[in-house]
């Protein structure tokens, strides 16, 4: 059934829409929460006195136990709803930071970067499962706005970390009024979460065991081999924009930081207007034209003769991979209707291991051959995703009928 045929879901209960912006509101704090620990990490390094390297072991320990939350969350959905995990998730995620802001002994970051590990892989786990039931209830495409949220965070939290270190703040000063300021508001906000759960789930209280509810790794590994490509482009940009701009590209100190930023601003720009692409020409032509985009950013970025050109491939890259993410996710949830919490949180631990792959995986191919040459990889990883674009459309067979649905219904 198209949207014109059915009546409006936000009319029928306003609720959705109070649940909608309140996961935004989620998916903001969290943009801000992780842009400030990532974006201090030399004052990390000062602050407990952390040795080059040591400094990889306690970066990779944040997505390893994210992982390995993401995974035990998947266990808790199955005795309590998503928005549980959430509205306790997200408090600890702000108060790891502030932990993390607050110390001085090795011991003292070990114990809240674990914390924050662990809570951020609930939190993404959890935030995306209710993300992909409310795009179900809404029966439109509404995914790439949550995720648009989480870039706007980001982008603040970046600029509330330039100022800290601008005005020589300590860590824990310059996260102290943030959290001050965004934990009550999260927990505020956590009053009207809420899920758009089918109307065969409401009854019984149960999730239904049709098509689609038998959760089939199979199935569901060429969307995480998509995340994960997905992610190996991203960390390369946000971990190796600058030194190539500034070391390969010749341009200033000055401008080497401009990359990341242009990157962000770009995917908030392209996650903004991006729902409407897909309810416009479907999740499948928008997954292949961004990863051409991305694909055609990182061969602007490999061959680029000076730092403006390079320039503009970061921007290419910006708007192509941002729509990939959220609709993975929102292609597990219509994959597995039935089970698609699970789903959602074992695709998510690939979010992390193409984090942890993507930054060495630069670095290792740039020192043994060259960084025009490694960005080469990334390019061909995000055209792979071309090859599985077909399982972001639902399938026939699961609905009946030899046809596939018209694009407004296969984003719901």
């Known amino acids: ?205 149960g999730a239904p065991k049709a098509a689609g509810g038998s959760l089939s790794f199979k199935s569901l590994l060429p969307l995480c081999l998509v995340m994960c490509f997905a992610y190996i482009g991203d960390s390369t940009v946000s971990n190796w924009s600058a030194k190539y701009l500034q070391d390969v590209l010749g341009s200033s100190e000055q401008m080497s930081t401009l990359p990341y930023n242009v990157y962000m601003v770009t995917t908030l720009l392209g996650r903004a207007v991006g729902d409407l692409g897909v309810r416009r020409f479907g999740a499948v032509a928008v997954v292949r034209g961004g990863s051409l985009l991305a694909a055609g950013g990182f061969a602007v970025v490999a061959g680029a003769p000076g730092a403006w050109v390079g320039m503009l491939g970061f921007t290419m890259l910006g708007l192509g991979l941002c729509v990939i993410v959220p609709q993975t996710f929102a292609a597990a949830g219509r994959l597995f209707p039935g089970n698609s919490d699970a789903a959602v949180a074992r695709l998510n631990i690939f979010n992390y291991v193409g984090f942890l792959v993507g930054s060495p995986l630069v670095g290792v191919l740039g020192d043994a051959w060259s960084y025009r040459g490694a960005m080469l990889v990334p390019m061909v990883l995000v055209l792979a995703t071309l090859v599985y674009a077909r399982s972001f459309a639902p399938s026939p067979a699961r609905y009946g009928g030899g046809h596939e649905r018209p694009h407004t219904a296969d984003v719901g």
């Open 1 to 205: 059934m198209t949207d014109a045929g059915r009546a409006d879901p936000v009319t029928a209960d306003p609720g959705l829409r109070h649940g909608r912006v309140s996961l935004a509101l989620s998916f903001g704090v969290q943009g801000v929460a992780f842009a400030l620990l990532v974006t201090r990490i030399p004052a990390l390094q000062d602050q407990y006195g952390i040795s080059d390297g040591l400094l990889p072991a306690f970066l990779a320990a944040v997505p390893i136990l994210a992982g390995a939350g993401s995974v035990l969350t998947e266990k808790v959905v199955a005795r309590v709803r998503p928005g549980v995990v959430l509205r306790w998730a997200q408090p600890l995620v702000l108060l790891s930071l502030l932990g993390v802001g607050a110390g001085r002994q090795l011991w003292h970051i070990a114990v809240a970067l674990g914390v924050f590990g662990l809570a951020v892989g609930a939190l993404d786990a959890s935030m995306n499962m209710m993300g992909v039931s409310l795009q179900r209830a809404y029966g439109r495409s509404i995914m790439l706005g949550f995720h648009a949220a989480y870039s706007l965070g980001g982008i603040a939290g970046a600029s509330l970390a330039w100022v800290g270190a601008r005005w020589d703040l300590s860590l824990f000063v310059s996260y102290l009024p943030v959290v001050a300021l965004l934990l009550p508001a999260a927990l505020v906000g956590s009053r009207w979460y809420t899920e758009g759960r089918r109307p065969e789930e409401a009854v019984g209280g």
